[in-house]
């Protein structure tokens, strides 16, 4: 069931509950996730013999990933019985959409829902937005459950629930995005909100929603992977952008094993603050960091490393922290973006004051980055930087009692 929340007309903010009916997890495992070598394997369990199988991996990852279908039934290139059998077996279901909510800027958000812990029927839930703009469309998609670091101004880092989302959870995001946005071929977009001029809705992808994607490196590596496959979504690496908080020994392998963008979190330039905002910093502090960066495999003036800097009022953001950043990245091939922060209730934290934030950007303007505010999208829905928490979380403790004891007696 999708509840469609238009807020158009609306800007005051809401929290939007998840439907709370009993969640059945998918009783078939989904195709989608797995590797061209591991669909092989899947159809030889089915009966393709060994000669055939590359031929119809070809076949299935067209379907799924260039033309998105949600079943086998269509895929007609494929006989009747062996779609059959694999319906027998598996799906190519993606996260389902239980929620949607449409910003006045456009800003879509979804939430997805996940099976939970296999001994409980509680599902997970976590969040996707999709950011249009008239040449690009984005996609924040998220990596985990909640976040096991605790960042002192974001919002998902106060979140206890964690796991690791799988490839196929993952990767299943732009596809669920490309089922609401219309964005497959033959498709029907949208026709309010901007939708970008170009053949697709989703141009961009940025691993920038829910967790932290070094972190749970190997299903990131094969969604990612999957994502820019050209025989299938082909989006390409240079426009799928990897944010982390600074897990140093995985950005090596981030550049070797993904190559994809990479962009940093990295809000403070000394140590004792920086150990605070992104406790992270006490493990891989900002001489390593630096040290990671300035060696990360491909990176060049035309591949630069985005440096993502929060705006907080009186902590971070003097002229002499702006100084001291420009002086910091000095010899690596970066772009700058100042993030306005994000409030959300209970924070201690305020955004900086936008007079403040306009002479921090000269500074680094002069310094020869070009552009490095990043305006905020989607605030009215809850859907900018940082601010994204799965609902189960959000829910009331009457809620969540009600869910567990409807799932106790099912
Ligand atoms: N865990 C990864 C990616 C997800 S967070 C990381 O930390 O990089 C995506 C970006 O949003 C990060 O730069 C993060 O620091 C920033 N962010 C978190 N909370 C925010 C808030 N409340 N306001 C603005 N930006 C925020
Ligand atoms: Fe996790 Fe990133 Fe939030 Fe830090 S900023 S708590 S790493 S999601």
Known sequence: M????????????????????????????????????ELADVLGEVGVPAAQRKMRVQQLWHWIYYRGFTDFDGMTTMSKELRA???????????????EQVSVDG???????????????????????????????????????GCTLTCTFCHTGTQRLVRNLTA????????????????????????????????????????????????????????????????????SKRRITLSTSGVVPNIERAGTEIGCMLAISLHAVRDELRNEL??????????????????????????????????LKDVNDSIEDAKALVRLLKGIPAKINLIPFNPWPGTKYECSDWDQ????????????????????RGRDIFAACGQLKSATEKMTARERLALRAMAMTD
């Open 2 to 37: 999708i509840s469609r929340v238009e807020t158009a007309s609306a800007p005051t903010p809401f929290v939007e509950k998840a439907p709370l009916e009993a969640y059945v997890a998918p009783a078939k495992p989904s195709l989608v996730g797995l590797s061209r070598s």
């Open 85 to 99: 059998a694999l319906a027998e077996r598996y799906t190519v279901a993606r996260p389902e959409v239980v929620a």
């Open 107 to 145: 800003t879509r958000k979804w939430l997805l829902r996940l099976p939970g812990d296999p001994d409980s029927k509680l599902p997970h839930d976590v969040e996707c937005v999709y950011i249009p703009d008239t040449e690009r469309g984005t996609l924040c998609v998220s990596s985990q459950v």
């Open 168 to 235: 196929g959870e993952i990767a299943g995001q732009v596809l669920a995005a490309r089922d609401r946005l219309g964005d497959w071929p033959g498709g029907t977009r949208p026709t309010d909100g901007v939708i970008p001029t170009g053949e697709r809705c989703v141009t961009n992808i940025v691993m920038m929603g829910m967790g932290e994607p070094l972190y749970n490196f190997d299903a990131v590596r094969d969604a990612i992977l999957i994502m820019a496959d050209g025989e299938g979504l082909g989006i």
């Open 278 to 311: 992104v406790p992270l910093n006490r493990k891989y502090p900002i001489a390593q960091l630096m040290e990671a960066c300035r060696n990360y495999p491909g990176a060049s003036n035309a591949k630069r490393i985005t440096f993502e800097y929060v705006m």
């Open 357 to 376: 934030i306009e002479k921090f950007s000269q500074v680094v303007f002069d310094a020869g980055y070009a552009s490095p505010v990043r305006t905020p």
